[in-house]
């Protein structure tokens, strides 16, 4: 009688070649990024060894190290006959990775638990918010040692500590995103529910969690490089030599003879940080099939 | 359940909002079961907030609201009404199939009835073939089609309906009108319909609730005596017109802001 199936919006399916096309823009793209990055980099030194450029830093070997010299130094041993410099990030990488993964998953877990728990009522959200808020005021530097010691003293590994301090940073982006999110149901979402005589369970399960769900993960994507970052932060007052965290107080001291070691170290703790974050972007695009949109 | 009992019966209801704003006063109405009743008024009469006392969604502040025959309260709580808003109010996340299953799921229906159920409710609004679309793959009328389906899941004996086609353009409403009086039809449900068009009320109801606002009451009531099935020849039917009228000059004398035949530049 109506003949409307016409109306429906059908997303062409991509073909395989369309596909393969797209994602070779992509990589394209990604080294295009690369290219010019470093065409800045050394075009700044370029210039600026030349032109005597001071501010805001000078520019020399030390403060701007050639980016092929931090590559190469990853190759190279950094006592005669030992591994090179990229075994040695590896294993700090591994070991790094490790504190953040472990930091990361209590982070979202406590964070998502929270924020579950202050969806269910104003009063709680009126009374523990601020002081979630006033717990990332505190500046890490002054939390980690505390909690190193702290729980040292209760016999946990350090670089469990570590992770403890990853999860510090982790939490809070995720609690609120995910209150957000689970917040996010309009009244006419909620009347149907109370038509429906639902119990407060249902709602939280059937309409809330879902509607949160684009949110979660918009945390998790800023959760994943928080919890990098905490861990390798989390390692310098534990004074654990194991890690990234390790590696880069020792380098900074040397610094004024070898920058392009700490160069190097900073490169590998940017590709964590990047692994972590694809790795959540990967997973958003398994779980949350939805309107363009509508993702986060 | 009593079969006497009035589908809804509605006893001195008034509304006032905390704000101090009476939405409604001493609203009396019966609906009897399989009636297609409409709410029509201007805005700010409390049409919808009738509809939503009917649906305990609100609480009246005095009277009471009986729904087959047991308190409005307790009528929600056996499900006994579906209702339909004027968004489709549809979950993205979830497929169209998933979207009229939902209520099911809380019901606790097995899957195998669910789903039988589902494949019944997509011929009665006529979207074969769209199960596994999501909301946002289907234009407005479509959405709200699919979202008339999931309030007809359980099979509740009463529709709830407010504006359910007011965002839509006109074409599409009176195809959807033809539709709807024809699940009506099939489903032997009883309707109350909040809108605010006037050849809608008349064309869709077997009574017309004229209200009238500051504060919301009932002005009046348009028994529409046009035979069903009413179909498109039905809106160029003499008396089709003359009901229209009269409904317009009972909402005129309610003090509605609408242009009656004298007044209008010739």
Redesign the interface.
Known sequence: ??G??S?????PRETRVEIAARGAKRVLLVLVGIAVFWGLWEGYRWIGERAGITWPFAVNEINMPHIHEMLRALTKPLQPGGPALIQLEWHWALFTAKEAVVGFALGGVIGFGLAVLLSQSKILRRGLLPYIVISQTVPILAVAPMVVVGLGSKGVEPWLSVAVIAAYLTFFPVAVNTLRGLLSPDP??L??M?????GKW?VLW??RL??S?PFLFSALKIAATASVIGAIIGETPASIQDGLGGAIVNFNQYYSTGPENLWATNIVCAVVGLVFFAAVVITEHLV????PE?VA | MNEQAAAVSITGVSKTFDTGVTALTGIDLDVQPREFVSLIGPSGCGKSTLLRIIGDLIEPSSGSVEVNGKSAHQARLDHDYGIVFQDAVLYDWRTISKNISLPLELLKWSRDRRSARVKELLDLVELEGFEDNHPWQLSGGMQQRVSIARALSFEPSLLLMDEPFGALDEMTRERLNLELLRIWEASGSTIVFVTHSIPEAVFLSTRVVVMSARPGRIGGIVDVDLSYPRTGRTREDPHFFELVTEVRERLAAGGADVLLAEEAPS
């Open positions: 009688m109506l409307m199936a109306i429906a919006v059908e997303r006419r979402q009347e149907l109370r038509s429906y005589a639902a249902w059937k309409l879902p509607a769900l949350l099939r939805r309107a509508h």
